[in-house]
C-alpha cells in the first residue's frame, strides 16, 4: 500500500469515509475503538478517511479530546491514507490554529463548511477569502457545500471564481439537495474549459450515489456502516458496469435510506459498526437519541433482508 | 364500488393519494386532465384522494382556481371515494370559508397544518383548539404533522390532549422524521387505552412505509407517480405478507427515492405521470424547476431498471 | 390636493403609511372604520397608503375580503393620494391576476417581496425577471427588502441589475436590518452614474427613521399609530432642519420601539388607532396576540409619556 | 467593597454586563485591555460580569483563548463581584469540562442557553435536566431564554418545573422578544406561591429595560458602552423613582437602539469602548462587520446628541 502523506490535491477519489467518533458506555472517548475503527475503515478498503466532521459527534469533544482523537487515528493510519480534518468555526483564528495543528500531527488537507449568516455571492467568496488568506496557500481545503446544515447555499458562479483564485481549494465535498443538476453544470464548466477541475465527492449518506457517479462525481465522502458498499459500487462504476453498480447500490438502498434519517441515523449506524466489531459501544454522547427495542427488530429485519438480497445478486468483483 | 360520500371517520385506511395539479403548457389549469388524473388514481385502486395539499402546486393557484379544481375533482369522484382538502390558512376566518365550502361541494373531511410561530405545547394544544372551535363539532379534521415544511413540532402529549377532546379530529397525518418512534408511541398509547384510536397515514413521499406499516400505520396520504405500489404494498401488508410487501416496496424505492428530491422531486413526479398519459403536460406553474436533458436522460434509465425490477419479482397479487 | 390617479414613480417620497385592516369585535371586516381610517391617514398628511401588505393581518382576509377592502379604501381615496398594493404570492399567475384588478380599480402601483427559497445573485434576479415579465412592463412595482421576514437577503449587485434592466421597478422599500451601509451604498452607486435613482422608503416601524433619511431615504413606508411623526420628521428634515427633525423622532422613539415588537406590537398599535378614533376596534383576527391589564396599564403610561414630551419640545412646524 | 467569590443566588440584582472581548489591531487577543475592561466597568458600577456570552466574540477564541481570557477576568476582578461564565456546548461532556474549569477558577456560576434542536416541552426539560445532572446540585446556573439566537422557546410552564425540581437554577436571563407579557407571567406565579423566586435579568441591549423592571425584572444581564446607564436607571427605580429612571433611560434609547442592530451594533459597541479608553482597538474578529466613514460621522453625532440630551436632564443621583 502507497504511503501517502502527501497532501490532498485534485485528484483525489474514491471513497473518504466520514468516521463516527467512538464512546465507552459511560461517555469517555473510546481510544482503542479508535484504533480498531480505523482498521475496519482500512480492511473495508476506504481511500481516506475525514474526521471531526461537522455532522457527527464532533461538536460534543472537547479541544482536547478533538486533538486527542485526531492524534490517534493519524497514528494508526500512518500515512497509509490521507486523512481530512474538518476545522469549521466561527472564527478564522481558531480555525488557523486548529488547521495548523492537524497539518502537523499528518492530516492531509482540511475540510471547511461556510460560516452561519453568510448572503449573497460576494459574501459568500468573501468569506471563503479570508479563510483562504487565513490558512495560507499550502494548505489544502475542502469545501463543504452542504446547505440543509449550515444554511448557506453555494452558487455555481461563486464555486467557480473560488475555484479560479484559490489554487488550494482541491474537492467539493457535494451535498446539496436537491443537488443533481449542480454536479452536472460544475462539471460541464470544468468540460468546456472555463474552470479548473477539482475533486467532487458526495455525501448525503450516499443516497444518490449511482446518479452522481454517473453525472462525475469522483466518489463519496460520507459516513456509514457499510463503506465496502462504497467502494464497490465506485469500483464496478469506473470499470465501466454502471448496471451492476447500481445494482450492488440498490441492494443496499433500503438499509441507506435507513440510516440517513436525521438525528436517529447516527444511533443506527454506531449500532451496525459495533455489531461489526469496528467499536465497542454504540454509545453516542449526550444528548442523542437512543434506540428502543422496537428500532433494533426493525433493525435486525432491515439486515436479514439485506443479507438476503447481497445473496441473491450475482456480480463479480470490479477490483 | 361502495358510494362513499359519507364523512371521513377514524377507520379510513389504505391510500389516500395526494393529487397534483395539472396545468397546459401555458401554465393555464388543464380541466380536461384533472378528470383524466382522478380516473388513473381510480384506476389504480386509491382509497381516497387529498387536493389541494401545503407542498404541491395549490398555494400557486388563485382562490377561484382553487374553487374550479376542487369542484372538477369531487364531481368526476362523484363520491366513489372520500376527498380530503387542505384548508391550511394564516386566518381562521378564510380557513373556515374554504372548509365550508368544500364540505358543500362532497368532501369527507379537511386538512389542516399548524400555523407558523406556533411555540410551546400549549400554543400548539390552543392553536388547534381554536381551527375546531371555528371548524365546529361536525367537520371532520385531517391533523398533518409535517415539521419539515412548517418548522413546528407536534409533541405526542399535545397530540393525546386534541384526541381527547375533539372527536373530530380523525386522522393524523404522519410526515414527521425522524418520526418512527412517534409513530409507536401513539399506536401504544391506544393500545393502553390511554388514548382513541385515529387513523395514521403517512407521508414522505412515502420512503419509510414498510416500516410505517409494521408499526401500525393505516396506510399512506402521498404523492407518487405510481399510486399502485402503494396500494399494493398496502394490501400484501394487510394479508400478512409483510416480506412480500416489502419486496415490491424494495424495487421502487430506487424511484421513490428520486421523487422525493425537494422542488426537483415534483418535476419528475408529473413528468411520470404525463408518461403514463395522466397528465397532458408536465408543466409546474413559474416559480418552479425544471428538468433538463441529463435529467430525462436519468429519468428513462431509472424507469427502465424498475421496469425490470418489477419483471424479475414473483408477487401474487393480494388483492 | 392634487389628484393622483398617475401611477407610482421613481419621484414618491414622504410617508406611505402601511394601513392596518379593522375588523369588528366578532373578527368580520369593518368597512365603515375603513373609510374614517383612510380619512384619518389623509389628515395626518400622509403622501400615500399601501394595503394587504405582507405583514399585517393582509393574509387573514380570504381572496373576497381583499378584494373588498381594496375596493373600499380605493374608492374613499378618490385618487388624492396613490395607494400600492402588496401582491406577493407562491404563483406568478395569482400575482398577476391580483396586480391587474387592484390596478383596474385605480392603484398606482404593486408591492413584491421575493418568494420563499430564493437563494443566490441569480436565483433572486432570476425570480424579479419573471414578476416582472409577468406583470408587464406598465405595471410599476415595489421591490420589498424584508429579510427578516422572508429569509431572504437582496445583494446590492443584484437590486443594480434590476434597476438597470427594468424600468418599471420605480421604488425600494428598505427594511434590512441592519441595513444603514446598504442604504448608503445604493444611494452612492446612484451618485456616481453607475445605477438608475430610484425612491427608497424605509420600514421597520421607522425605528431608524432619523438615520435613514440623513443617508437618502426619501421617506418612510411603514405602519404606525402615529402617522403625522413621520410626516413631520420628513417635513422637517426636508427643510434642512435635521436637528429638529430627529429630536421630534426622538420624543416618539420610546413609543416606536414598544410598538416595533414582533407579533404584539401591531395589537399596541390597533388599540392606539382606537383610542384615536381612527377604527372601531382594536381587534386582531385569529390567531393572533392579546393586550393584557397590565399591557394596557403599560401603554397608559408610555401615551402620558409622550404628550409630556411633546409638551416639552419647542419645535416649529415645518409645513 | 464586599468580596464575593461566594456562589450565585437568587438574590442577585443590579447590572451584570455581558463584556467585549479585547483584540489588538492584529487580531490576538488584549490581556492588558482585559485589566482596563474590567477596571472601566467597576468604575461604572456594575454589579456583576458575564463572559463568554454566546453572542459575543467568544465563539471566535480558541478553547485555550478562552481559559486565558476567562482567568484574566477573574484575576482582575479578585472577587470584588461575581463572574458569570457562558458554557452552552453541543455536548454535555466538553459544558462540563468547561464549567468545572472557570468554578474552579473563582466563578460564581454558569450560562446556559438551550442546544439547536430542542422541541417540545418535554424536550426543553429534559435537555436541562441533563445539564443539571452533568454539571452537579452545587453549580449555580443561569438560564439564558434567547430564542431569536437559538431558536428554541421557553414555555413558562417548563421553566416553572425547572424551577421546582433544581435549586442550582438561581437566574433567568430574559431575552425573549416579545417577552413583556412571559415575565408578568412569571412574577405573578412566584407572587402566588407557585413558584419559587429566581433572579431575572434582562438582555436585548436593555433596549425595554424600563418597562421590565416595571414588570419585576432584577436588573439587566446585557452588554452596551454606557454601563453606567442601566446602573443609575436600576438605582432610580430601586428608589421609586421610576419617571426619572425611564427619563434617563429615555435620554440614552437613540444609541440603545443604534447598538442593537444586529452585526454592526457590536462594532459600535467596541468603537465607544475604545474612544472611552476602555479598550485599546476597536478590533473585531473576522468575519465580522466594519464601521465606514459614513458610520463614524453618524456616531459621532449620536454621541454629541446624547450628550446634549444628559446636560438637559435633571436628575439628582440615586446612589
Redesign the interface.
Same mark, same amino acid.
Given at each position: 500500500m502507497q504511503k501517502s502523506n502527501r497532501k490532498l490535491s485534485t485528484d483525489a477519489s474514491g471513497v473518504y469515509i466520514i468516521s463516527v467518533t467512538p464512546f465507552l458506555d459511560d +461517555?469517555a472517548l473510546d481510544l482503542p475503538s479508535t484504533d480498531r475503527l480505523v482498521d475496519f475503515y482500512l480492511e473495508q478498503g476506504v481511500n481516506g478517511i475525514t474526521i471531526l466532521g461537522m455532522m457527527g459527534?464532533a461538536?460534543? &469533544? #472537547?479541544? $482536547?479530546?478533538s486533538m486527542t482523537f485526531a492524534r490517534r487515528v493519524l497514528r494508526r493510519l500512518d500515512g497509509r491514507i490521507p486523512t481530512i480534518v474538518g476545522v469549521s468555526?466561527? +472564527?478564522?483564528? /481558531?480555525m488557523r $490554529?486548529?488547521a495548523v495543528a492537524v497539518m502537523d500531527m499528518g492530516a492531509a488537507g482540511v475540510m471547511v463548511a461556510p460560516?452561519a449568516?453568510i !448572503? #449573497? @455571492? @460576494?459574501?459568500y467568496y +468573501? *468569506?471563503f477569502a479570508?479563510v483562504f488568506a487565513?490558512l495560507g496557500p499550502d494548505l489544502p481545503v475542502v469545501l463543504q457545500d452542504y446547505?440543509q446544515s449550515t444554511g448557506v *447555499?453555494l /452558487?455555481v458562479?461563486?464555486f467557480s471564481r473560488l475555484v479560479t483564485d484559490f489554487p488550494q481549494l482541491v474537492m467539493l465535498k457535494h451535498e446539496d439537495?436537491?443537488g443533481?443538476?449542480k454536479l #452536472?453544470t460544475i462539471r460541464k464548466l470544468e468540460e468546456q474549459g472555463l474552470q479548473r477541475r477539482v475533486s467532487i465527492l458526495v455525501g448525503n449518506g450516499g443516497? *444518490?450515489y449511482p446518479?452522481e457517479l454517473? !453525472?462525475g462525481a469522483d466518489g463519496a465522502m460520507t459516513g456509514i456502516a457499510f463503506p465496502e458498499m462504497l467502494v464497490k459500487v465506485y469500483a464496478l462504476h469506473k470499470a465501466g458496469r454502471a448496471?451492476e453498480a447500481?445494482d450492488l447500490f440498490?441492494a443496499y &438502498?433500503?438499509y441507506v435510506?435507513?440510516e440517513q434519517?436525521?438525528?436517529? +441515523?447516527l444511533a443506527v449506524r454506531k449500532e451496525v459498526l459495533r455489531r461489526r466489531g469496528a467499536i465497542a459501544s454504540a454509545k453516542l !454522547?449526550? /444528548?442523542g /437519541?437512543k434506540l428502543?427495542a422496537? @428500532?433494533l427488530a426493525?433493525l435486525d429485519r432491515m439486515l436479514e !433482508?439485506l443479507e438476503r438480497?447481497l445473496a441473491g445478486l450475482k456480480i463479480r468483483d470490479a477490483a
Open positions: +461517555g459527534e461538536p460534543k &469533544l #472537547s479541544a $482536547e479530546e468555526a466561527p +472564527g478564522l483564528a /481558531p $490554529e486548529l460560516g449568516g !448572503r #449573497s @455571492d @460576494d459574501g +468573501g *468569506y479570508q487565513t446547505p *447555499y /452558487p458562479p461563486v439537495c436537491p443533481l443538476q #452536472s443516497i *444518490y446518479q454517473a !453525472r448496471d447500481e440498490d &438502498l433500503p435510506r435507513h434519517q436525521p438525528a436517529i +441515523g !454522547r449526550a /444528548p /437519541p428502543e422496537t @428500532d426493525e !433482508r438480497r
